[in-house]
């Protein structure tokens, strides 16, 4: 094995020989203590090709390979050796003249490199001391004597052996050179400074240097540095050079042990000032002893004690709650965990474990509230007052002897939990603000939409820094209630992604099998959720997961109708606007006319938000009127209408009627989350062979559907009165307006088909007909969903007949009776009944339709056969 270097001072040399080996020890320090003065008699030598002890250097000279280390002339360095090459090398050297060349490896990992593998620069050192270790390696002692350069190799066993060459330094005898030296030296002192392990005595023979290139050598051989470097400083022929190196090494070294004092200083401070605070709090807490008064953490502990007892825990929650409270005691207020716990009992302690508002029974008062607060919504008003009449037939007779069920594992379910699913702006949210005012209960309210981490429902674990409880019982804990009115709002908007499924955490909220002992991540004690009355609301029934809403009680809330809107819009709409505006109530009037317009022309929605909306900007023209000074009060009428609101946003059913007075072009009634709406279909021909596209952005649904009418439409050409050439020599392209806005679903079907059958035959639909409903190959008509919030749609849009497939006619039923009354419903079975109803008869169109190619042959036949007759009368 090569040599390797032991130490980077006299202190760890001593140790890694051992504190007994005096001698040993002696003659290294005696080495490098008279090292500078050989230096000097070495410099003054005329003899050439001598070392600097005056003992001619051979040509050729053993090689001994030094991993990770560089030896300098004139320092004296302990090596160790324990290849059997590197022995043999040092019994050889040690019986004869005693030098030896020593270079160093490029690979310090490297254990026999070989010629190749080494540095090209060396020195020629001579061996001191030898020593043999019990475990078979060879300490010793060499001192360097000058540098060479590599040659020829001339042997490489039974170990290496080289031609060298001295490679003299050059010594410049200048100002510049002694400044240098001077600074390496300061510079050294100081690193010495911040290493309280490091030999004085050593540290004052190196501040004793004068010699610049003794100086730059001796600190090398004791600054810790890369291998590279240290060989860098070995190879460098100027001593001016060396010294720069150096100097720029032991900058940055100090600048490292600067910053690592620093950092020690710091720990040190910090350990010191908690040790500090610790022996304070302990003074203070002997001294409050002695005075018999308490301390802040008994007080405090004291003030937790009786909360638990006031707050009436159940027995699980007090036994944790007690627990707590005991490590609470016994932790010094200055440990990480004391925070933690003192949160955790003040967040247990805060909630509503028995802590609830009495409910108003009063069915009578109920109704009035409900009645005072929303127009309409009778299904939803009737299942609260039906909700409250079970609570008060509970509450009456309870005392009543009841028969003991024999189911030991179904619980009584006291709660109940409502989904209230309609489109926006139809008072989901209010409404649920009237049963907690109806039933005299806090509301409380929690928008779920865009949450995506479980964590928000469940809450966090106490294990995590900054853990809080979830929603659910953060709003308990605000309200102060157990059995509020808790709106969750957007249920349908819930995300989820890689921190969990939010949906699913709710499952256990909204089940009231469950809910009776829901666990919180952060509480862990079971908190009782079955006298909360929960409420969700959404928008689109399909985005909530099968589950979820298995465990909810549906409750449907359809877009109102116009004069239901007009009815809202005075009682409430108007009444609040004139207040938001700063308004009287004589100082603005609406005429029934001017809301049915802006109901009718500016407004097509199944909510009231954007009517309050229109409302309120009249209210703020008339406003800015009044304080001008131009009048005094205003009675809004169309006329004003349209002068404050500019032109109409929608067209009456005239637009309607031009667009579909053209073959192909068919209104059809499409079901979104905003309500009903009209949708347009066209279809339109050009010369081409079999082709059928379809575009306006819809799904794969609706493509499907349109398939399947075209097909319809061809198996049925001859019944149709349709030519079969017709769709050999066409191209078919159907287009559904607002291609912007996806679509997609069945009910177009008949639409589709319809529109074909025009376009074709060149029979246009009658006026202000509407239609929807699903088809099949076979022509039949299968029911669809959403048919309340059509029939309003058709009837905003001012149609006064819609075709409907015949089984969905119970869901008339759900339809307002002002609403049937005043429109026609055709109830079809197959799309011959849908034809026949929408369309005009053909007879009316034989001048626009296109006589059958086979009838025009046959015409221009009998043409023929009469001119040949005439010319044979001729």
Not at 131 to 148: C, H, K, M, S, Y
Not at 630 to 659: C, M, S, W
Not at 707 to 721: K, M, Y
């Amino acid at each position: 094995m090569p040599a390797q270097r032991w130490h980077s001072g006299f202190q760890n040399y001593l140790q890694m020989m051992g504190e007994n080996d005096d001698e040993f020890s002696n003659s290294y320090l005696a080495s490098f203590l008279s090292q500078f003065q050989k230096k000097e008699d070495a410099s003054n030598d005329p003899q050439a090709g001598s070392g600097s002890d005056g003992q001619k250097l051979p040509d050729t000279l053993p090689i001994l390979p030094l991993r990770g280390v560089v030896v300098y002339p004139n320092t004296a360095v302990p090596l160790t050796v324990g290849q059997p090459r590197s022995i043999k090398l040092v019994d050889d050297v040690v019986g004869g003249d005693k030098l030896v060349g020593l270079v160093a490896a490029l690979n310090p990992e490297q254990e026999t490199p070989g010629p190749n593998e080494l540095y090209r620069v060396g020195t020629v050192a001579t061996v001191h001391r030898l020593l043999r270790a019990p475990d078979g390696t060879v300490r010793l002692l060499v001192q360097g004597i000058e540098r060479f350069k590599l040659g020829e190799f001339v042997g490489e066993e039974p170990y290496l052996r080289a031609r060298i060459e001295r490679a003299p330094e050059i010594e410049e005898k200048n100002i510049e050179t002694d400044a240098l030296a001077r600074n390496a030296r300061e510079q050294f002192q100081q690193i010495t400074q911040l290493i309280p392990s490091f030999p004085e005595e050593l540290a004052n023979s190196i501040l004793s240097l004068e010699n610049p290139l003794q100086t730059a050598y001796t600190i090398a051989n004791f600054q810790r540095m890369e291998l590279k470097d240290a060989q860098e400083i070995l190879e460098i022929d100027s001593v001016y050079a060396k010294l720069k190196k150096l100097i720029g090494l032991l900058v940055r070294e100090a600048e490292v042990l600067q910053i690592g004092q620093k950092i020690q200083n710091e720990a040190r401070g910090e350990i010191e000032k908690v040790q500090r605070d610790y022996y304070l709090r302990e003074q203070m807490k002997a001294i409050q002893r002695e005075l018999g008064e308490k301390d802040e953490q008994s007080e405090e502990v004291e003030e937790f004690r009786k909360k638990i007892e006031d707050a009436k825990l159940p027995e699980e929650a007090e036994k944790q709650a007690k627990r707590e409270l005991d490590r609470l005691s016994r932790l010094p207020t200055a440990a990480a965990e004391y925070g933690v716990i003192r949160t955790y009992l003040d967040t247990l302690v805060s909630l509503p474990w028995s802590t609830s508002t009495e409910d108003n029974l009063d069915i009578a008062h109920a109704r009035q509230v409900l009645n005072q607060d929303h127009f309409g919504l009778e299904d939803v008003k009737d299942r609260i007052l039906e909700f409250l009449a079970i609570r008060k037939l509970r509450l009456d007779r309870k005392d009543e002897k009841k028969e003991e069920s024999s189911d030991h594992i179904r619980r009584e379910r006291e709660g109940v939990i409502l989904c209230f699913v309609g489109p926006p702006g139809v008072g989901k949210t209010s409404l649920g603000q009237s049963i907690a005012r109806a039933m005299g209960r806090k509301f409380i309210r929690a928008s779920l939409g865009g949450i995506r981490d479980e964590a928000e429902i469940r809450g966090h674990r106490r294990t995590y820094i900054g853990a809080m409880p979830g929603r659910i019982l953060q709003s308990l804990r605000r309200i102060g209630s157990k059995n509020p009115v808790f709106m969750l709002d957007e249920v349908d908007k819930l995300t989820n992604d890689f921190h969990g499924d939010p949906a699913s955490a709710l499952l256990e909220v909204l089940d009231p099998e469950q809910n009776g002992e829901f666990r919180d991540n952060y509480l862990e004690v079971a908190y009782d959720l079955s006298q909360v009355f929960f409420i969700a609301t959404a928008n689109m029934l399909e985005y909530i997961p099968g589950p979820l809403r298995d465990r909810m009680e549906m409750i449907y809330l359809s877009g109102y109708t116009e004069n239901e809107k007009t009815a809202i819009a005075r009682g409430y709409l108007i009444p609040r606007q004139i207040r938001e505006n700063s308004l009287r109530p004589k100082e603005v009037t609406f005429t029934d006319e001017a809301l049915r317009m802006i109901v009718r022309q500016y407004t097509r929605e199944a909510g009231v938000r954007n009517l309050e909306r229109k409302i309120g900007a009249v209210c703020r023209k008339v406003g800015t009127r009044i304080a001008e000074g131009k009048a005094k009060k205003y009675r809004i009428t169309p006329k004003l209408v349209e002068e404050f609101l500019d032109h109409p946003t929608f067209q009456g059913p005239e637009e309607l009627n031009k667009r579909t007075s053209i073959p192909g072009v068919i209104p059809g009634l499409a079901w979104t989350s905003f309500g009903g709406d009209i949708l347009l279909i066209e279809a339109t021909a050009m010369p081409g062979g079999r082709g059928f596209q379809i575009t306006g952005s819809i799904g794969n649904v609706m493509q499907e559907s349109a398939r399947a009418a075209l097909s319809f439409v061809r198996s049925r050409a001859h019944s149709l009165g349709i030519p079969h050439e017709f769709f050999d020599k066409h191209d078919i392209h159907m287009h559904i307006p607002a291609g912007a806005q996806p679509k997609d679903g069945p009910s177009a079907g008949v639409t589709m088909a319809t529109s074909l059958v025009s376009l074709i035959s060149g029979r246009k639909i009658n006026p202000q007909i509407g239609m929807t409903g699903e088809i099949t190959l076979r022509g039949q008509v299968l029911p669809i969903g959403g048919v309340k919030e059509k029939v309003l749609a058709a009837h905003r849009s001012g149609l006064t007949t819609v075709i409907l497939p015949k089984q969905n006619e119970n869901d008339l039923d759900d339809v307002p009776d002002e609403i049937r009354k005043t429109m026609k419903f055709v109830f079809a079975e197959t799309v011959d009944d849908v034809i026949k109803a929408a369309l005009e008869k053909a007879k009316s169109q034989k001048k626009q339709t296109r006589k059958p190619e086979k009838k025009i042959k046959q015409k221009k036949a009998e043409k023929n056969v009469k001119n040949k007759s005439a010319a044979r009368r001729r």
